[in-house]
């Protein structure tokens, strides 16, 4: 199992070290003072010291954290379609991305309230340079997705961790959480890119790509905001790449984007999940024997459930109907409810840069523009 070192999360037989190690790291201080405001730090240390598993880890402190993170800057997480899934079972979960850690560290909370087994979730390394967030993602069962590396590196990489997906669902009985595109949704518009697809296929062992899929038991992921706490920081990669200018990241800016996603104000969310995709597949093998296409149409087949599953908010309407200068939706929202809305585009974008505006207002309508194509929007 050597071969995966580079790339996995720990084992369990490493985590008390590991905890150890970060114990007293002023960070880790500044997680449990939040976590547990009323316990003094002696406490939940000499508790660290005595965890011996990711799980314990996870449901003793992070599931805690979380807790707190809903409470102070949410108005609650609601779920639907977990009761479909079945216990002891392993799913791949390729999702909608808009937050860089809460999406995936939302999901296993719903899955360890419905009594699922929870994922080892993908997480690109650039995320995770400072030492301490390395090891923490390493305690959340997150693996590595390695970038910025040549086409040959790129290859051999790809391999590896279509290999490793495959590890954790088939044998090792773990579900694995993947985004259905490299980077976070900017623009609203949730699509699936067939290379990620096609790069969990490269673990295939099976003579038809589309047989594998099957194995693996993919289940479509919606995760929707009401409002995006990071909706202000996605502008300018935004409008670097409608002037088709390269984007270069300020050096914390993945950072600030982390804490901004757990402290900012989200107001509701949801995750659907929707059905495990099965006929979906025989169907997709029958009308067509090419590889390619059989991937595109998968591809296709999640994007349908991702969309169709998407809880729209009243900021999704508000948007829309500021953008397209319309009050097409205002029976599905509350005059208070578009005020603070619009305070929100003032305080965050302003009025003098339209440009700006119009991708912000974009980045909340898309979702309703996309779920018109499937369904009349009531």
Not at 262 to 282: A, C, F, P, Y
Not at 351 to 364: C, E, H, I, K, W
Not at 366 to 373: D, E, R
Request: aromatic share 8%; with cysteine; glycine share 4%.
């Amino acid at each position: 199992m050597q071969r995966f070192d580079a790339i996995r999360p720990f084992y369990d037989s490493e985590i008390n070290e590991a905890l150890h190690d970060v114990v007293n790291h002023p960070m880790m201080k500044t997680m449990m003072n939040f976590t547990f405001p009323e316990v003094a730090d002696e406490v939940w240390k000499e508790q660290l010291k005595k965890t011996h598993s990711i799980r314990d880890f996870q449901c003793n402190f992070i599931y805690n954290t979380i807790q707190k993170v809903l409470e102070k800057s949410s108005e609650g997480l609601t779920t639907s379609g977990f009761e479909k899934l079945e216990k002891n079972t392993s799913y791949l979960f390729i999702s909608n991305h808009r937050d860089i850690l809460l999406d995936t560290t939302l999901l296993n909370v719903c899955l360890f309230e419905h009594g699922l087994v929870m994922t080892a979730s993908a997480i690109g390394d650039n995320l995770v340079k400072k030492a301490f967030l390395s090891t923490l993602a390493k305690l959340n069962r997150n693996f590595l997705v390695l970038r910025g590396l040549s086409p040959r590196e790129m290859l051999q990489s790809s391999k590896l961790l279509s290999e490793y997906i495959g590890q954790l669902l088939l044998r090792e009985n773990r579900s694995v959480w993947i985004a259905q595109r490299e980077g976070r949704t900017k623009d609203g518009n949730d699509e699936t890119n067939p290379g990620v697809l096609k790069m969990i296929g490269m673990g295939s062992d099976e003579p038809n790509l589309m047989d594998y899929f099957k194995k693996l038991k993919i289940v479509p992921v919606s995760i929707s905001y009401e409002y995006d706490p990071t909706d202000v920081l996605k502008m300018p990669q935004l409008m670097a790449e409608a002037n088709n200018e390269v984007y270069v990241k300020d050096k914390n800016e993945d950072f600030m984007n982390i804490l901004s996603g757990i402290m900012g104000t989200k107001k509701r969310i949801h995750i659907s999940v929707g059905d495990v995709l099965d006929t979906e597949i025989d169907q997709i093998t029958a009308e067509n024997d090419n590889a390619n296409k059989q991937v595109q149409a998968l591809a296709q087949v999640i994007d349908d459930s991702v969309l169709k599953n998407y809880q729209l908010w009243p900021t999704n309407f508000i948007a829309y109907d500021i953008l397209n200068e319309t009050n097409k939706f205002a029976h599905l929202y509350k005059e208070s409810e578009k005020s603070l809305f619009e305070r929100r585009l003032e305080m965050r974008i302003g009025s003098d840069n339209p440009v700006t505006r119009q991708g912000f207002l974009a980045m909340y309508a898309n979702p309703v523009v996309n779920k018109l194509k499937y369904q009349d929007v009531i």
